[in-house]
């Protein structure tokens, strides 16, 4: 069957419209639900932001019946749940969190079929008492979220999950779909295996995350760098990732020194605290979080637009999902990673005692790889997960600064020469300060400025030799020491260097120049500027609202549709339910508040002499209800009257309450109509005009022929 004469895909259509306000599917959304609705099991591999849940949803309302959703995270299963509230759908949870009472409530409404979607933790689906309550019930739809957890390879296994094979043997005839962000093989086969759905289709989307900004930079001077990253973004909410716990705390009360509204997050707090935290974060009550890898997996936030790494991740399946946490809503969202050898350092203490040593240092190393990359991250990230770009994705730091190479012969040869007249003794710090003729006291105490090549590269700036130094390192001229203070020792490609016998390329580091316009902020339109302020009214305006109902504020509406709405600035039911993320209920419960916001800003910009896009005649209509003249009016929005006129006139068409009349004489409005009859036009103002000799104004012909048409 061809998939656009599909029963049921129309309805879906009309869901995804109605309901959740969206104009089309993504890629693979629509054909994940065709089969759902063709009754077929399903596997779906979508990375995080790909848009899982509407794939079961969608089929969930389409089909009679309701569905359930097995979901292993308490916190999640709220946030979902109440999402789908706001759209006005029917749904809701079942775990440890709630009462007995509050559960019999719950099952008793299923029973009666008053609940379209119904999650519930693994736990909970395992009782008896539920497994009765699903016999009794028409069941659409049998969707596992989360479904790596039922795989010992994925990396939160959950030891329930592996009965859910009962599922399938159980209710043979309700399609399943499991639902997972991890790709890799092994999962994927276990969780078909495991659910007893071989025969699903697999739906693979690319792990491709196009709106994520990549950037890696060197972590000297990084507390600065992140507190000027964030200065330049104060209103947006990003996590940086930390190492260690202490350093979380570290980190965090650097940036709220200097007047950052930033908070820390591990696993060695007590929960309560942790969930606050987390809570206040969630809600836009704190802006930023400095965190350990513990922070972020039971969280929906769809407006974190930054995600920096303190340190080196340790490999980059954690680096990948880390930064899957920014711009789940499609937004432009950013990146950017710190690098030092001396997290390598460290990382590879961790590993030293592990059973799996070898591997995790090979998981290491292309992170490594990564950091260092010459060539378009993107290209580096997704082919790890065997994915292949045809083109470079041009937003990457790579992209943006394409590396220059350059003959560093003589650079190496100062450096090692250096070390080698030190004994070797020294670390990569000590070496650049002894090749940069550094006045440091300990320097001096050692009698290293005595040696030949102390100064001999004074003239590159300290910046520069780091970034030598690194790509030294890479090319194999030095190791470093572990297990002897991370000191370098050279190795025999070094003998060969120094002969002159093998030349070195190296990558030219970033200058002052490059480095200043990367941490400048671009310059922006007016159109843009006046965007963002007025998006941030609206997000103010968007957080009492969510307030109010005790929810976070992205399930009021996301930031993408808070953008597009300050973007758009819609002011009529037909055009706010055209923004993106607008469905019929959020229209009805939200339309107002938000219109009346975007207009109060659109007439308080009119009232400063500024021409701004978007609902002009409202902007009239309000100065007219404050009882100015049209000649008053004019003059405050430096408009021609014959405008004003027009506006009052199209106000009235659309039903607002403009008195017209009385700005007509009878005479006048008699005659005028009589010229109207004569030349039977209606939609043009000009013969009119010649028909009265240009002695009648063309606003009283407007008002009058606004006010014949209304009566006719
Ligand atoms: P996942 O569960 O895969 O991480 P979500 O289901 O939470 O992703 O979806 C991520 C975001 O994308 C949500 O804000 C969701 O409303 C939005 N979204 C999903 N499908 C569409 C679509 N077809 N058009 C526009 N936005 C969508
Ligand atoms: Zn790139």
């Not at 933790?121 to 049998?142: C, I, Y």
């Not at 260690?244 to 940036?255: D, F, G, I, P």
Request: glycine share 6%; hydrophobic share 35%; proline share 4%.
């Amino acid at each position: 069957m061809q998939i656009d004469q599909m029963p049921g895909l129309d309805q879906a259509k009309t869901i995804l419209k109605e309901t959740f306000g969206y104009k089309a599917f993504r890629l693979l959304q629509e054909q994940i639900i065709s089969n759902a609705l063709e009754g077929n099991d399903g596997l779906v591999i979508m990375p995080t932001g790909g848009g899982k849940s509407l794939c079961y949803q969608i089929p969930a309302l389409v089909l009679e019946g309701a569905c359930i959703v097995i979901s292993p995270l308490i916190s999640l299963m709220k946030d979902q749940v109440e999402a789908l509230r706001q759209n006005g759908v029917t749904a809701a949870y079942l775990n440890s969190s709630l009462s007995g009472k509050e559960q019999l409530q719950i099952e008793s409404d299923f029973c009666e079929g008053k609940i379209k979607l119904l999650y519930v933790s693994p736990e909970k689906l395992l009782t008896r008492d539920f497994f009765n309550v699903m016999k009794s019930v028409q069941l659409n739809l049998l969707a596992v979220d989360e479904a790596h957890c039922i795989s010992q390879w994925g990396h939160d296994f959950r030891p329930e999950y592996t009965k859910l094979d009962f599922l399938k043997k159980q209710f043979p005839k309700v399609p399943v779909m499991a639902l997972t962000a991890t790709a890799d093989k092994a999962t994927r086969n276990d969780i078909l295996k495991q659910l007893g759905v071989e025969g699903a289709e697999t739906f693979l989307a690319s792990f491709d995350r196009p709106n994520i900004d990549l950037n890696v930079r060197p972590a000297q001077g990084r507390i600065d760098a992140i507190i000027s990253h964030i200065k330049q973004r104060p209103d947006e909410s990003g996590i940086v990732y930390c190492l260690s716990r202490k350093s979380t705390e570290k980190v965090a009360a650097k940036l709220l020194a200097a007047g950052i509204d930033a908070d820390f997050y591990h696993a060695g707090m007590p929960s309560d605290v942790r969930d606050k935290t987390q809570e206040r974060f969630v809600r836009d009550d704190l802006k930023v979080v400095c965190a350990t890898v513990a922070f972020g997996m039971g969280i929906d936030k769809s407006n974190v637009r930054w995600v920096i790494h303190h340190n080196l991740p340790k490999n980059l399946e954690s680096y990948y999902q880390e930064i899957g946490r920014a711009g789940r809503d499609g937004l432009e969202s950013k990146a950017v990673l710190f690098f030092s050898y001396g997290d390598i350092v460290q990382l590879q203490s961790f590993n030293a005692d592990s059973s799996q040593k070898e591997l995790l240092d090979a998981k290491l190393k292309r992170m490594q790889q990564f950091a260092e990359a010459t060539t378009c991250r993107r290209k580096v990230l997704l082919s790890y997960f065997g994915e292949h770009l045809e083109e470079n994705c041009g937003k990457c730091d790579v992209c943006r600064n394409p590396p220059k190479f350059m003959d560093g012969t003589i650079l190496a040869q100062k450096a090692l020469s250096a070390s080698i007249r030190t004994g070797e003794k020294v670390g990569i710090g000590m070496l650049i300060d002894i090749l940069r003729g550094s006045g440091r006291q300990e320097l001096f105490q050692k009698g290293y400025h005595q040696i030949k090549t102390y100064g001999a590269g004074s003239n590159v700036p300290y910046f520069d030799w780091q970034h030598y130094m690194g790509q030294f390192l890479n090319l194999g001229l030095f190791e470093i020491a572990f297990d002897d203070h991370n000191t370098l020792r050279t190795t025999g490609l070094a003998k060969k260097v120094l002969k002159g016998d093998f030349p070195i390329h190296i990558t030219r580091p970033e200058t002052a120049e490059q480095r200043k316009a990367r941490t400048d902020t671009p310059k922006k339109t007016k159109q843009q500027e006046r965007s963002e302020e007025l998006f941030v009214k609206l997000k103010t305006l968007r957080k009492e609202i969510a307030e109010a109902q005790g929810i976070p504020a992205y399930l009021v509406f996301s930031d993408a549709t808070l953008n597009e709405m300050s973007a758009q600035r819609p002011t009529t039911d037909e055009d706010f339910i055209e923004i993106s993320g607008v469905g019929q209920q959020k229209l009805e419960k939200y339309g107002t508040d938000f219109m009346k916001e975007i207009i109060a800003y659109i007439k308080a910009k009119t009232a400063e002499g500024e021409k701004i896009k978007g609902a002009t005649h409202l902007v009239t209509y309000e100065f007219y209800k404050e009882g100015l003249s049209p000649e008053q009016i004019a003059e405050k929005r430096n408009l021609n009257p014959v405008t004003i006129y027009s506006h009052l006139s199209t106000l009235y068409e659309q039903g607002k309450e403009v008195d017209l009349a009385q700005f007509l004489t009878t005479e006048e409005r008699g005659s005028i109509t009589r010229g109207i009859e004569e030349l039977k036009i209606e939609d043009s103002l000009k013969p009119l005009f010649e028909h009265f000799k240009e002695e009648i104004p063309y606003h009283k012909l407007r008002v009058a022929l606004t006010l014949y048409k209304s009566e006719k």
